[in-house]
């Protein structure tokens, strides 16, 4: 049988770190093109990976590429939405690295390209792929949890902005601060353990209290250079509560600096047979078993790293006709919500969606 | 210097538990008179603590005896407003059981019956007294937390509803669930360590799902009967957001009963210098001192029942002119922000005070 | 059939809150005798629960009746053996408080005067009838721990020095610190879960370091009056470890003051299959699941206090030939072992038993 | 001034990892030498680091430069004292990796030659440079924990046997198992907070039961190879305690794999004034402020990496007479209470030193 035809668009960080070598490691799909405005990057990893692709500058160019059955989006955010309305409309099937798109309209305009081309689009969601991410939908499903009907969710730092100044505080290259940055991981993973209801409104604020906070920088700075003379407009901390159309509720906070014990990341969810409590790609359940209150954890090795699981889901829809962990109304879900907290901080009152 | 002559109307369990021993011990305040509508409950008590006293069973006869300087009402809660409205039209000072009133009219009722007597009225806010309470506002009021911007409180328990199908679940005789049984205790202390800002806005829900759980009943029973063939119909888990005029967030939560891990309850604040969590009545404090992040947490022997140094409080105020800890405006801001919470679950939209 | 007919000799603070009750529960038993040697005090309880009572203030005399089947001793610790003993002699069989005896040779005169006697000897173990020690008990059991190893065990005070200068800190009285009044508890319940394998050598340090600590006095000073003027002879920490025949070590630590977080009680074994923490009445278990590292917990409800069960326990042993929970050499090896560190810390070399 | 002239002898892993950048950031030192019996390994890093510099294959041939001032070995274990005892004879300063020799008789000899040639003898401690290390260190020397009287180090592990079957796990090769591999670290840390007490007696006991267990590998193999074919003839869990001149006792345990909750490694410590918890590199203290009992925690950028700042020490000492942080004797009593834990498990008895 012949190789999947991938090609990426985008060949800096994420691509080389998360991308590029998933697809060596399985038969069924081949890179047969890389394309990059800084073509050297597009040449180094042809040659490193797959040395019979081809090297675009302009992906416009690549898409003309027939041959081609999907391409993988590896570019800034706010290119994400535009390329994979193109690679549609060329008949391509789209993987995109997250966020999904810079605003509602257009993750929507997205949406509705892969609807009318009949193609997949999937956007990375690895949170998902984690091994304590696996058991935790797993005794979702098999029922055990009852109906979940409310949580939290979060990721917390003490200190722990990105790269002050840098790309990451300032929005219009960001887009927002700790919610953009961590909240997207830990919403959409309790979205999803949740069984993806719909989001009905939205009650929020956001907070820049740091932005002059001389112990606030901190390695995490590695993710984007800080920049003494640079911006910060951005939150760095949001708070604040999701409605779902089932009636449940989820509370949220994110902050890359405030003044907590330590940094957690988590999702918590009570259901009416169980709960649980994902911290740290960790997973405890809360439970009964014959009359008995019990909690049980599994504690073997947990893999992290999601994104080589969350690529082999993508070959498996294209090759095998396998569900797809990801569906594009979610990704409009999760955008709306993001825009949402941010609309709702602004106005001081609850946004309906 | 003659004693100030207090009466106490309504003599049961927390009368006897909370209230009467107080005023023994404290020379400047004596009881002159016990009023309760069975007559033996107010002769036990005069008996055993203050044998010159008086024993009424119609509290409208009590308030004529113009020698009386204030009342103490410990009776069932819908009575509270009522009974105050009448002494302060007596011309009495007030110290009520919480909660204030059963609804934000009747509240405004007795500040208003307060306002116009030019008398005192204190409700009791026991939790304030913690020592872990005031360690945490002399933290704030010295300026350590810097200002405080947002926080969550709640009062968690995996198995404990208090009294199954008697008064406790019955929304006729108790008003609510664990939002008014727990919920009052802990959104009162981390409101009055913001510094008592205005609440604007409650968008929350509530949820009934243990009513028929076989495991869900506890020891904590012993603070009503149970009624196998009584009424559960109230909630029995609170969740949402208070937002205030200065922009700060509150998350809470409350439950009798839910699938976490163990009984907790908390207030955790964030400001711009310090962060703390208070959490079933020790402190912690996260801080930094000379640009280093440090925590901090006092570790002595922590007093958990604020009813005595309360009463000191309410003579304090009212013998020596001492600031008091409660105010009138925060009682009628508690019933706002409790009826706001039901009023939000019942819409499913958030409500604006 | 008739009922067994018991005698309680002591009758103060452990008999009425720990013991007479339970018999009055138990139709299978009756008390027919009470003693002490201040008359009223058996003169109070024979009123209250068995009316039909005989009182006597000479244990001596009491053992003349040949009627008695059995005898509950709740005196004060340095009689335990000696009345042991002459019960045996006397035909009656035993229940009695623990410590067993305050020293190896009493220990042993009153196992073998039991078994001269073929009779029953029990010393009260409540925390083996703790909840959470009967679920670790049965998972031990039923091989789901696999071999036991090695542990630790031990009882930690920040600050809670009983009746400092009262009888507790009296070594002539207490017989010693917290390795006597906490120690006792925790090593009975670790060796007991191990499966009663024989000590053999001991190696320990003993430490008073709070005597003058102004701090150091506190709340449990309710279980014995502090005295100004008393004495302070006792450790107030005992550190160290202990050997079994079978190979197994067992780390231990007691203390009433040491600068620790906070109080903790707690077992911890290491098995081969898994390993369990009980800790303050819980218990959680750290095992493997088809080639999975999984912790399961019980929630429920933990009943803490042990003598009920254990008092029916003994008149199961009695009325239905029950297995008995403790058996005399438990005893023997356990004065030893207490006995056995403050040897050790004395010499400052390990002791062999 | 001219530099301090290092060679380094042993170019492997942890030469390259944590050694050779640290005398390019010093201006007080440069290496003039490598050696290493694979030559290529010293010509790399000669190429990359210091071009200048000499290459050997025989480090007695090294040893004849008299322009070389020190020389810090990276060797593997066994060759550690041999090599230091023939620099000492040439003349030259000794910075060592540890662990210090492979037994009693051989440290007593590197030290030995350090006296006799009036040399520098220091061995690598990277655990007292980290950070919380540090605040430990100076807590303990401003007073602030009044006396050290006892304490618990360890290192367990649920699963994590470095490389099984491979030179890890054969005695031969590594001396032993978790106690060699793990302990070296925490009972130096401990030894070294208490103010470096001598050590007079061990008593312990080591296990062997996880060498056919299927989960017990783990991704700490990438210390070492694993092997099927190979040798497990090592403990995998060692516990004891030992006793020091001063009365004060220490607690041990460390575990390659045992069934315990989670990974942790930890010195506790007990003070008459306060106490602390050194924790996976943060540390807490337990103490009192004007009679209140107090904890507190330094929260921030906690530096876990200490070679850098034990190899700027050993230069202080050598270039600005400055105190070493380590000293010869310490060594040997590091070695001393190593070797007696393995002859106290074999013995089944303490062993005095």
Redesign the interface.
């Known amino acids: 049988m012949s190789k999947l035809r991938v090609a990426i668009i985008g060949n800096g960080g994420i691509c080389r770190a998360c991308h590029v070598e998933h697809y060596v490691e399985d038969d069924r799909a081949e890179v047969v093109a890389f394309c990059d405005i800084i073509e050297e990057r597009a040449v180094e990893l042809r040659d490193k990976y797959f040395p019979e692709a081809a090297v675009y500058t302009d992906y416009k160019e690549l898409l003309k590429d027939e041959s081609i059955d999907a391409v993988d989006i590896c570019t800034p955010n706010y290119l994400h939405s535009i390329i994979a309305v193109d690679a549609f409309r060329a008949g391509k099937h789209v993987l995109c690295e997250k966020p999904d798109a810079v605003d509602v309209t257009e993750v929507l305009k997205m949406k509705n390209a892969a609807d009318e081309a009949g193609k997949v689009l999937m956007v990375i969601r690895n949170n998902r792929f984690a091994t304590a991410s696996e058991y935790a939908k797993k005794f979702v499903e098999d029922g055990r949890m009852g ?1 979940i ?2 949580g ?1 969710c979060g990721w917390q730092r ?2 722990g902005i990105p790269g002050k100044g840098g790309w990451f505080t300032t929005k219009a290259q960001s887009g927002g601060g700790p919610l953009i940055d961590l909240g997207v991981h830990m919403i959409d993973l309790a979205v999803w353990l949740m069984g993806n209801p719909t989001p009905v ?1 939205v ?3 956001t ?1 820049t ?1 740091f932005a002059d906070n ?2 606030s920088d ?2 995490n700075s590695k993710f984007g250079d800080a920049n003494n003379q640079g911006t910060f407009d951005v939150e760095d ?1 949001a ?3 999701i ?1 779902f159309d089932n ?3 989820l ?1 949220i ?1 994110f ?1 890359w600096a ?5 940094e957690n990341r988590f999702v ?1 969810l ?6 649980l ?1 994902w911290a740290d790609n960790s997973v ?1 359940f ?3 078993e014959d ?11 947990m893999e992290t790293d999601g994104h080589k699981k969350n690529i082999r889901n993508f070959i498996d829809v294209l090759t095998e006709g396998a569900e797809p962990v990801f569906k594009p109304s979610q990704g409009v879900d999760m955008i709306k919500i993001l825009c949402a907290i941010y609309e709702s901080a602004e106005k ?3 946004v ?1 969606l």
């Open positions: 109906e009907y409310c939290r003490r200190r409104a009650s929020a604020n907070y209290k001389e112990t901190s390695e901390l708070m604040g509560m409605r009636g449940a509720v509370q906070e902050s405030s003044n907590i014990k330590e918590e009570r259901g009416t047979k169980a709960g409590k405890e809360f439970t009964e009359g008995q209150l019990l909690d049980i954890a599994p504690r073997g090795k001081g009152i609850e309906l």
